[in-house]
């Protein structure tokens, strides 16, 4: 009897851990302290989806996920993450989070940016092999390497050049400061724990004709070239 009352348990047990459903996990992961909000979620956490998952206001599709069994041995969640077929692109990477850190582990792929740096004229940044960890509040690990798509016309000037560059901790911040192959052209990024950011856009050399209708926009002209700044949260 007692031997039946111990196979019973651990049947029960090993059900629940196979099934268990990945809502309740995400819950636990608490996404939206990541930024991240879905409409729909199902399935367990070892082969589950979510549908019309969004990083603030900007929509990023549906994902296959799957949680990796190591790190609940030790209290957190590593939920691995893959986008379907998406008119974006391929992104996919390891959402973090527990003892008191949380974040993103080798995020690579292409992610959509207008609605979420608007009126910074860039429309999309790839990651590659990008990791952004944060702790207690504090930026903890931050590398990797993002490229900005900019791909907007404005006050006549056409900018389709790719800006690269490194992620970092800065303080308690994220850092990322891409630039053009000519150094004209640059962007900075500064991310924070809770979500808020600072962007830098600065253009280097332009006729004054063009700064002059760049002005007209939110650009002004300075000691270092033609700067747009703004601050948002994601």
């Known amino acids: 009897m007692f031997r039946w009352i111990l196979w019973t348990a651990a049947a029960g047990i090993a059900l629940l851990v196979l099934f268990f459903p990945l809502r309740l996990a995400l819950d636990a992961a608490d996404l939206p302290k990541l930024g991240l909000t879905a409409r729909a979620v199902s399935g367990s956490i070892w082969d589950g989806r979510i549908g019309d998952l969004s990083l603030g206001r900007q929509a990023l599709g549906t994902f296959d996920v799957q949680l990796r069994p190591g790190p609940l041995l030790l209290g957190r969640t590593a939920l691995r993450f893959q986008r379907r077929d998406d008119l974006q692109g391929p992104?996919?990477?390891?959402?973090?989070?527990?003892?008191?850190?949380?974040?993103?582990?080798?995020l690579t792929g292409r992610l959509a940016t207008a609605s979420l740096l608007a009126p910074v004229p860039v429309d999309a940044l790839e990651f590659r092999q990008v990791t952004i960890l944060f702790h207690d509040g504090a930026c903890m690990k931050a590398e990797g390497e993002v490229s900005a798509a900019a791909g907007a016309r404005l006050g006549g000037l056409n900018l389709t050049k790719a800006l690269t560059g490194p992620v970092s901790c800065e303080g308690q911040r994220v850092r990322a400061r891409l630039a053009s192959e000519t150094g004209r052209e640059t962007l900075e990024v500064l991310l924070s724990e809770n979500g808020r950011y600072r962007a830098f856009m600065t253009l280097r050399g332009l006729p004054p004709t063009v700064a002059a209708g760049l002005g007209l926009i939110g650009f002004q002209n300075g000691p270092e070239g033609t700067s747009l700044s703004m601050s948002g949260a994601l």
Do not use: D, N, W
């Open 91 to 106: 992104l996919e990477g390891t959402l973090r989070s527990g003892g008191g850190s949380h974040g993103v582990e080798q």
